[in-house]
Every structure is written in structure tokens, then in C-alpha cells.
């Protein structure tokens, strides 16, 4: 057995002014700022463990609580809220199993399944901003973390002692997403912002997405100097909308990849390489 275990504490200080300066006549006046002025902070404890129960066989296990807070207090002399102040206090419990089997010196496959949270931020709860012509993006505090669990399975295969070739497939739930969507301020789903009739959104925890895709990874050492390395993602995803229904998300990234050709001798080290996505 190889046991970690550790404590983490974590403390964020925000303050947000908000201010126009008229170039020409070097005027300066407050506006509303983006953020409020805030306290985030964040206590946890952990501990993981990596079990080699056979030659061939590897187990690992991890387990983490986490403590999270976050203290606003917002000026509302120049927009009006139905409060000055708002807090979080929740706590999350995640963890993780995975398997490692190296059948030889030339074949590994791996199984994992974790879970994880994201914690909300002071961006997540607290700003105001005209996201949009027409809307106004403003403080939500009953947010609550969204949880993740996660699926992946890795296989590499070495053929030779020059060629290397590596596959994984995963798997991500997202669920109690925090979403942009529309929200109502003292009753109202639509306010006057500077001069304009917006409507009002908010984050929410508000939909369920997930994430899926898998990634190829080529290694290839053409002779002692030279050697080729590739490696391609392609990932699909979807998340709940207002309506009900699925659309594609729009935080996952196209195909992507890299690949590159490098010459190492002596002193001199050369590489040409090319990123690209689709």
C-alpha cells in the first residue's frame, strides 16, 4: 500500500469598483461594477490510496471532502437589489476507484470512475452585466455546486521498442449544471438598465449535460535521432435547455489535435510541429 492524505484550506479576497472616465472632459463617474465585494474560501481533507495487489494488478481508491463558502455584500446605491448581502455554505463529498492491469512489459489497460464538483465563484453568483442586447445578467444566491462522474478506459500497446500506440474512451455526467437562463428580480422578469427595457437572467443550477469522446495517441521513434509523435481528440456533447430539450454544448471543443517530427543529437535538438482542430 502507498497511502496520501492531506488538509487544503484555500481563501479568496474580491473587492469590484466600477467607474466611467469621460476622455475629454477627464470627467470620472461610479458605475455599477461587474462583481461585488467578496470572501471565498475553501477548507478540505483527503486521502488516497494505490494498492498493488498482484504483479500484474494495481488499485487505486481516493476520497476528499470539501468545505466551501462565499460572503457578498453588494452596493445598492446604484442598482437596486431585493438584498445587500448573500452567502453560501455547502460541502461536497467525492471520490474515486480505478483499476490497472499491465499484462506484460508491452500491454497496460486502466479503468477509472470518479466524481467531482465545481464549486460556485463570485463570477458564478454575483456579477452584473448586459450579457446580451436586451438582458441584464444579475446576483443569483441560491446557487449550489454542480457535481461531475466520470468514466474512462485506457488501453496502450507497444509494438517493437519504437512504436507506441495509446487509446482512451470517456464518459462525463454533468448534473445540477450551472446555466445562464432567465430569472426574476423583486417579481419581475424584465427591468429598465441603463435606459434600455433588459430582460432579467440569471446562473442557475438548471440542466444536466454530458460529455463524451475519446483521444488516440501514436509515438514512433524512427531511428535514434528522430521521432514522431501524434495525438488526436475528438469529443461530442450535449445539455438540457430551457425547453427541455438536448442542443449541442457549447463548451465543448471540436476534434483537435498535434503532431510533431523532433531530431535530438548531440547538442542540437530540432521540432517541427503542427496543431490543428476542426
Known amino acids: 500500500h502507498e497511502i496520501y492524505y492531506g488538509i487544503e484550506g484555500i481563501f479568496n479576497q474580491v473587492e469590484s469598483r466600477g467607474e466611467s472616465w469621460n476622455i475629454a472632459s477627464l470627467e470620472r463617474t461610479s458605475l455599477q461594477s461587474r462583481y461585488p465585494d467578496s470572501d471565498w474560501y475553501s477548507a478540505a481533507i483527503y486521502v488516497s490510496d494505490k494498492y498493488n495487489f498482484s504483479s500484474k494488478w494495481i488499485l487505486h481508491t481516493a476520497a476528499r471532502f470539501n468545505w466551501y463558502g462565499l460572503n457578498s455584500s453588494f452596493d445598492t446605491s446604484l442598482f437596486s437589489l431585493p438584498f445587500n448581502e448573500a452567502s453560501l455554505n455547502?460541502?461536497?463529498?467525492?471520490?474515486?476507484?480505478?483499476?490497472?492491469h499491465q499484462a506484460s512489459s508491452n500491454f497496460t489497460q486502466s479503468f477509472n470512475f470518479s466524481t467531482g464538483f465545481r464549486a460556485p465563484n463570485v463570477d458564478d453568483m454575483g456579477k452584473i452585466f448586459d450579457s446580451e442586447p436586451?438582458?441584464?445578467?444579475v446576483p443569483n444566491p441560491d446557487l449550489e455546486e454542480e457535481y461531475a462522474f466520470n468514466f474512462d478506459y485506457k488501453v496502450e500497446k507497444r509494438f517493437a521498442d519504437n512504436f507506441q500506440l495509446g487509446v482512451v474512451f470517456f464518459y462525463t455526467f454533468l448534473e445540477n449544471a450551472m446555466v445562464r437562463r432567465d430569472y426574476r428580480l423583486n417579481g419581475q422578469d424584465s427591468i429598465v438598465y441603463e435606459g434600455e427595457l433588459s430582460q432579467v437572467q440569471a446562473i442557475q443550477n438548471a440542466a444536466s449535460a454530458y460529455v463524451y469522446g475519446s483521444?488516440?495517441?501514436?509515438?514512433w521513434r524512427l531511428n535514434t535521432s528522430l521521432t514522431l509523435r501524434s495525438q488526436i481528440n475528438y469529443q461530442k456533447g450535449e445539455e438540457e435547455m430551457d425547453n427541455g430539450e438536448s442542443s449541442p454544448s457549447r463548451h465543448v471543443a471540436p476534434l483537435f489535435?498535434?503532431?510533431?517530427?523532433?531530431?535530438?543529437?548531440?547538442?542540437i535538438q530540432l521540432m517541427f510541429f503542427a496543431n490543428y482542430n476542426g
Open 257 to 267: 489535435g498535434s503532431s510533431s517530427i523532433s531530431y535530438e543529437k548531440g547538442k
Open 215 to 219: 483521444q488516440l495517441e501514436v509515438n
Open 90 to 100: 455547502h460541502s461536497a463529498l467525492n471520490g474515486s476507484i480505478g483499476l490497472v
Open 134 to 137: 436586451s438582458a441584464i445578467v
